[in-house]
């Protein structure tokens, strides 16, 4: 997840964001079988769950997500500066990863509670340059019991500079024992947005992806990498229950180039999964863990 506003200002490297932790915000929302129907259709699941089954993990993610009109929308297609996340002047924010704990399943056709707190906010400076990191904790609930806790991480950081070389990539690691081919399309990067009501441009304009944000093209959406590593760790446990999930984004992946989901048994963790999505040229675009027990 990626802002740009109208620039930096000394206000980032002089405020202490602080203040913010413990702000609080309350969102309600319908697990809705036709919403489930059409994610399941846009991951091209035959499988889809009906009223009364079980959420699947990250699925939740296309919901809570504010309907904002147009007009409070900024150039990138993202909401304004300010409401309840700290208003920081930086240009990109970034999903950068988060951690879950499932202790029960939302309910398809249930109504759901996500109850969200702000519980850390840090400055740094280093060679990327001024970063601001914001954790809000999300504690979901469903028939009146706590499903999900949900940790996100978000990063503020500065404008990528036009011509300016990538970052050196991180290779992903070897020893797979179960890989998937993913190849994505704008369709597919067109429907996620619609159905998180996520209006980022650099997932569906290319020109603005390419001459604002200098990316080489559309960008896959980190939530939906982090779903598809968990479609794909659920299915290589079919008969056990989803504890623990972590990921973190390395990298950005393209809609013109394919990629492949990986997994292998953790060496310090039987019972849990090392997941990670490697790109086309082999580096590291997300890092994950999925712990199950049966």
Same mark, same amino acid.
């Given at each position: 997840?990626?802002?740009?506003a109208?620039?930096?200002?000394?206000?980032?490297?002089?405020?202490?964001?602080?203040?913010?932790?413990g702000?609080?915000?309350?969102?309600?929302?319908?697990?809705?079988?036709?919403?489930?129907?059409a994610?399941?259709?846009?991951?091209?699941?035959d499988?889809?769950?009906?009223r009364?089954?079980?959420?699947?993990?990250?699925?939740?993610?296309?919901?809570?997500?504010?309907?904002?009109?147009?007009?409070?929308l900024?150039?990138?297609?993202?909401?304004k500066?300010? #409401?309840? $996340?700290?208003?920081?002047t %930086?240009?990109?924010?970034?999903?950068?990863?988060? &951690?879950? /704990?499932?202790?029960?399943?939302?309910?398809?056709?249930?109504?759901?509670?996500?109850?969200?707190?702000?519980?850390?906010?840090?400055?740094?400076?280093?060679r990327?340059?001024?970063?601001?990191?914001?954790?809000?904790?999300?504690?979901?609930?469903?028939?009146?019991?706590?499903?999900?806790?949900?940790?996100?991480?978000?990063?503020?950081?500065?404008?990528?500079?036009?011509?300016?070389?990538?970052?050196?990539?991180?290779?992903?690691?070897?020893g797979?024992q179960w890989?998937?081919?993913?190849?994505?399309?704008?369709?597919?990067?067109f429907?996620?947005?619609?159905?998180?009501?996520?209006?980022?441009?650099?997932?569906?304009?290319?020109?603005?992806?390419?001459?604002?944000?200098?990316?080489?093209?559309?960008?896959?959406? #980190?939530p $939906?990498?982090?779903?598809l %590593?968990?479609n794909?760790?659920?299915?290589?446990? &079919?008969? /056990?229950r989803l504890?623990?999930?972590?990921?973190?984004?390395?990298?950005?992946?393209?809609?013109?180039?394919?990629?492949?989901?990986e997994?292998?048994?953790?060496?310090?963790?039987?019972e849990?999964?090392?997941?990670?999505?490697?790109g086309?040229?082999?580096?590291?675009?997300?890092?994950?863990?999925?712990?199950?027990?049966?």
């Amino acid at each position: 997840m990626n802002e740009i506003a109208t620039g930096a200002t000394a206000e980032t490297s002089t405020r202490d964001w602080r203040e913010w932790v413990g702000r609080e915000e309350m969102v309600c929302d319908l697990i809705s079988p036709e919403r489930v129907a059409a994610l399941a259709a846009t991951l091209d699941l035959d499988d889809t769950p009906g009223r009364g089954d079980a959420l699947p993990p990250g699925w939740h993610w296309i919901f809570f997500n504010p309907f904002m009109p147009r007009r409070a929308l900024g150039p990138d297609g993202h909401p304004k500066r300010g #409401g309840f $996340l700290p208003p920081v002047t %930086l240009p990109r924010r970034m999903w950068a990863g988060g &951690r879950l /704990a499932c202790a029960g399943s939302l309910i398809v056709g249930a109504e759901a509670v996500r109850k969200s707190t702000i519980s850390r906010v840090e400055t740094k400076s280093g060679r990327a340059g001024q970063l601001v990191f914001v954790t809000v904790t999300h504690h979901f609930f469903c028939d009146g019991k706590e499903c999900v806790t949900e940790e996100q991480d978000i990063v503020y950081r500065g404008s990528a500079a036009p011509g300016g070389l990538p970052p050196t990539p991180t290779h992903a690691p070897d020893g797979a024992q179960w890989t998937e081919r993913v190849e994505p399309d704008t369709t597919l990067l067109f429907r996620y947005s619609a159905l998180t009501f996520n209006g980022h441009r650099i997932h569906y304009d290319q020109h603005y992806a390419q001459r604002e944000e200098h990316y080489p093209d559309l960008v896959v959406h #980190g939530p $939906l990498t982090a779903t598809l %590593l968990l479609n794909f760790a659920t299915r290589l446990r &079919r008969k /056990a229950r989803l504890e623990q999930f972590e990921f973190r984004g390395v990298s950005p992946l393209f809609v013109s180039s394919a990629f492949t989901l990986e997994a292998k048994i953790s060496e310090n963790d039987l019972e849990a999964l090392d997941l990670w999505a490697r790109g086309p040229s082999g580096e590291l675009a997300m890092r994950a863990s999925a712990r199950f027990s049966l």
